[in-house]
């Protein structure tokens, strides 16, 4: 009990349809952290996959008692064959989560009957527990709130956000390591610009971005006044940040970086209804 005299809800049994990239990072990282046990998990896909040991992969959904919790990690542009083919299979399962960029609950319960619907949206460093997973649901109520938290927290930080601010937290965290890994090539090329070799150049870009990183994350001041900190006083750093500063070019770019991956969430949710 939690408490308030209702009963806590675990999450054992695990279905999970489509395991690519990022189901198969979530997944992963949930069995290397125990949260499941592979025997518990089975996965429906089109073609076996390179999967954790013991977890079992078909064409269709088992047969048998419903799990725990469905997991929707195929393609947005799948819906609709995925519940063509399983919706009716699936029909009462205690909570269905949905990984599917743009797609809103109310898509997802048009074409699933499940007890609950929780979207997530997860990115790629959840693969080494270190991502960010955030969350949304209308229909979970506090005790599936609070076992869904504990299930993505073996995956990184976790957040619940507003439902409006879906697309936009899709577009910063879910899109975000990709830009990341644009930066980080960006600035490798730009010290092979100045003389670097390629590999060295690429070596140094990636220690440069996981320490700085690192150390973001355990300041207790924010990364500007960490930035301020590495420009010493009529140094180099400073005629770097003059130019990124320029008009706000970084600024700019970021901001048409993300408003584009946004808007093309809201494309994908508008897809989805119905
Ligand atoms: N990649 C990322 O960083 C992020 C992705 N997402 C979301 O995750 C979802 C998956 O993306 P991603 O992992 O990149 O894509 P992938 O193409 O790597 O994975 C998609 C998976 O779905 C499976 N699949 C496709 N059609 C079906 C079907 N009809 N029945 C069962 N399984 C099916 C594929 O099977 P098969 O193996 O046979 O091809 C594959 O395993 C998307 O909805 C995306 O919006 C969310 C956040 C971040
Ligand atoms: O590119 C995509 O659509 C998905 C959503 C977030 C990351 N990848």
Redesign the pocket.
């Known amino acids: 009990m939690d408490g308030y005299d209702r009963p806590e809800r675990t999450v054992t049994r695990v279905w999970m349809?489509?395991?690519?990239?990022?189901?198969?990072?979530m997944l992963r990282q949930w069995i290397a952290s125990g949260v499941l046990a592979p025997g518990n998990v089975d996965v429906?896909?089109?073609?076996d996959?390179l999967l954790p040991a013991g977890v079992r992969q078909a064409?269709d959904v088992p047969s048998g008692a419903l799990p725990d919790l469905v997991i929707?990690?195929?393609?947005?542009q799948?819906l609709d064959?995925?519940a063509g083919?399983?919706a009716e299979r699936l029909r009462g399962v205690p909570a269905l989560v949905?990984?599917?960029?743009?797609?809103e609950e109310h898509a997802l319960a048009a074409r699933f009957q499940a007890g609950a619907i929780v979207r997530a949206?997860?990115?790629?460093p959840v693969g080494i527990g270190k991502g960010v997973v955030a969350l949304d649901s209308s229909s979970a109520d506090p005790a599936l709130r609070k076992a869904i938290t504990t299930v993505m927290a073996a995956l990184g930080l976790v957040e619940w956000v507003d439902p409006a601010q879906f697309d936009a937290v899709?577009a910063l965290a879910?899109?975000g390591?990709?830009f990341l890994y644009r930066f980080i090539d960006a600035l490798a090329a730009a010290g092979v610009a100045q003389g670097l070799p390629e590999d060295q150049a690429n070596r140094l870009a990636l220690a440069t971005v996981e320490g700085s990183a690192l150390l973001a994350a355990a300041a207790d001041v924010p990364p500007g006044t960490l930035a301020d900190r590495v420009a010493s006083p009529d140094g180099s750093t400073r005629k770097g940040l003059d130019v990124l500063d320029q008009g706000q070019a970084l600024v700019a770019l970021l901001r048409a970086t993300v408003a584009a991956s946004a808007a093309r969430n809201a494309e994908?949710a508008a897809e989805a209804r119905r």
């Open positions: 349809v489509g395991c690519g990239t990022m189901g198969g990072a429906v896909n089109r073609a996959r064409r929707l990690a195929m393609k947005p799948q064959e995925v083919r399983f949905s990984i599917l960029a743009g797609v949206m997860p990115n790629l899709t879910g899109c390591p990709a994908m």
